[in-house]
């Protein structure tokens, strides 16, 4: 079984994505993860993300060894992420790879942007994680204090605001809720109700068996 969890940044696909995985024994992807590592690689190059040849050389080199790296969670990264992210070349590069660790058995929960539409369209499952801007940011603010980082509540609604711009707009598989997803709204959801709710819907679509 493969489930496809798409949204904007922080809507808390991540936490229930890995939190889904474990309790129906599916693999778990951040593909997230992976456009970071493109991204952060080419700023610790003293690069440009939205260079596309400089991009691309990235994804191709990619070591999905390094993906745990605590750099890769901070708000550069998911900038030049977004950025790396619009340039078509590094998403083909990156897409054999999610293909691949998506089909392995016994399947997989993917979180991104385009797994429902581009990626996986084939998935049993699809959720659409969403929240309110000012909900999401007010969350990545706390996460950021939890670890102890510096940050304005301001700056991070602002950054919040610029990467869901990019993510829409962009031509090359845009932040959209696939036909077949089912949009799940957390802004009034803690983790644990909406776990719950996504179970359920899961339970009601996964096949027999
Ligand atoms: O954790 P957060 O929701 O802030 O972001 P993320 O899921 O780690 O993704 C970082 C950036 O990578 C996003 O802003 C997207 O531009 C890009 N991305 C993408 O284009 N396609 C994906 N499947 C996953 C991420």
Redesign the pocket.
Known sequence: MIIAIDGP??AG??TLARRLAAHFGLNYLD???L??AVGWAVVRAKGDPADPVAAEAAARALDPAGLSSPDLRTETA?QA??KV?AIPAVRAALLEFQRAYATRAPGAVLD????GTVVCPAAEVKLFITASVECRAARRLKELLDKGESAIGERVLEEMRE?DA??RARSV?PLVPAADAVVLDTTELNAEAAFAKAVAIISERRPAG
Do not use: F, L
Request: a positive charge; hydrophobic letters at 35%; glycine letters at 20%.
């Open positions: 940044a922080a696909k991540g593909t997230g993860a456009y970071r998911g992420a977004s992210a991104g942007r385009d797994i990467r990019r993510d598989a």
